[in-house]
């Protein structure tokens, strides 16, 4: 297989994951990190042994010799630099939300379309081994007609008035923060595993620390409870620390929550969905397992095991039964398949495509219109 040259646009948490995950696929070659100065460019490209850093994004751009480029920098970024991207021939994988906004994100899906380019966004999360078997099992029915779907994700790393970070701030972040940053990541595994979509949703938004100490010294992303230390500025926050979604996904219905202020739940993602012949449920802090529910039988506790899995999803299980497979794995599942279609153009994606970010927009304007409203609201 030929090789693949990418560059990494960002070196904060999300572009040292992806930088992490990019060396474990084999046909890709990091050639060169674009940080928001020269020096932190310089000290993550001797991290990670990259030969090429840059301080200017546009440098990895104007390089006709890169093919893709991954997006891991703040939100505000990720609709100009795509679309830069798309402009200059390269294929995409955005970090999510693709874009500030439906409209930013729908030029995004015309121009790839227009341009005949791969375009991924980082819905990692579908890819746990047990979210795909019970992506299978309810593809094959086990399930029946799905009836019900809730769960959860619910953090605490926002939980103290001192937490800060650059996702509150709404011109860097956007106008949602919770059920934009981890709200849309249940949103995308629910639809995905059952197959349904949401129509319509009735939300409520809450802001329990409405003014937060942001440290002038700055701050980074999961760093807030470890302290920290020096003067701090009172700032009025708007985004949300908490959100909760009732939905209708034809005839199933169902409900969410979302937040940053769950003491303990450092990162609990829940989805369960329940049908007519049965129910599912999986956590995120334990992915290993998938419980199963059954009305007339013992419940059920399925373990990782590849050999023991449906045959489609036993791909997304590079390692045998016992031998965990977590968060950095995800990661890998997306990029070897995104790479992959960028090196035969006659695979169907397996990925979050562009498309799958619009949808998620879509959601989330929805959302913020629902609280706005305080009604039922149509996702378009």
């Not at 001797?46 to 301080?55: D, I, Q, R, Y």
């Not at 439906?102 to 890819?127: D, F, I, T």
């Not at 940053?260 to 129910?279: D, F, H, M, P, W």
Request: charged fraction near 25%; proline fraction near 4%; hydrophobic fraction near 40%.
């Amino acid at each position: 297989m030929s090789r693949i040259r990418t560059a990494v646009i960002g070196t904060g948490f999300m572009g040292r994951v992806h930088l992490e995950a990019l060396r474990r696929v084999e046909n890709v070659d990091v050639v060169e990190i674009a940080a928001t100065s020269a020096d932190k460019g310089r000290i993550a490209a001797e991290g990670f042994n990259v030969l090429n850093s840059t301080g200017d994004w546009q440098d990895v751009i104007r390089d006709p010799s890169i093919d893709a480029v991954h997006i891991t920098t703040p939100n505000a970024e990720h609709f100009p630099m795509a679309k830069a991207a798309f402009e200059a021939g390269k294929h995409v994988l955005c970090e999510k939300p693709l874009a500030m906004g439906v409209a930013e994100a729908q030029e995004l899906v015309a121009l790839q379309a227009a341009k005949g380019l791969r375009g991924a966004v980082n819905h990692n999360l579908r890819y746990y081994p047990m979210v795909q078997q019970m992506r299978r099992m309810r593809e094959a029915g086990d399930f029946g007609d799905i009836l019900v779907v809730h769960g959860t994700y619910s953090q605490d790393w926002m939980l103290y008035e001192t937490d800060w970070n650059w996702r509150v701030e709404p011109a860097i972040g956007g106008a949602s923060r919770v059920m934009a940053d981890i709200g849309s990541h249940f949103f995308d595994m629910a639809e995905h595993v059952t197959g349904l979509r949401v129509s319509e949703v009735c939300s409520d938004l809450a802001v329990f620390w409405p003014t937060r100490k942001q440290p002038k010294s700055g701050g980074e992303s999961f760093s807030g409870k470890l302290g920290v230390a020096g003067e701090a500025v009172d700032t009025p926050i708007v985004t949300e620390d908490f959100g909760m979604t009732m939905f209708r996904m034809g005839k199933a219905r169902g409900a969410m929550t979302a937040s940053q202020v769950s003491a303990g739940r450092k990162n609990g993602l829940v989805l369960e969905i329940y049908g007519t012949k049965g129910g599912a449920a999986w956590r995120q802090e334990t992915p290993e397992e998938l419980w199963l529910g059954h009305r007339d039988s013992p419940n059920q506790v399925l373990m990782k095991d590849p050999s023991l899995l449906d045959a489609q999803a036993r791909g997304f299980a590079d390692f045998p039964g016992g031998h965990a497979e977590g968060y950095p794995d995800t990661h890998k599942q997306l990029f070897r398949r995104f790479y992959a279609a960028i090196a035969d153009a006659s695979l169907t994606p397996d990925y979050p495509q562009m498309a799958d970010g619009l949808r998620q927009m879509r959601i989330l304007e929805a959302e913020l219109a629902s609280a706005q409203s305080r009604s039922w609201v149509n996702v378009t």
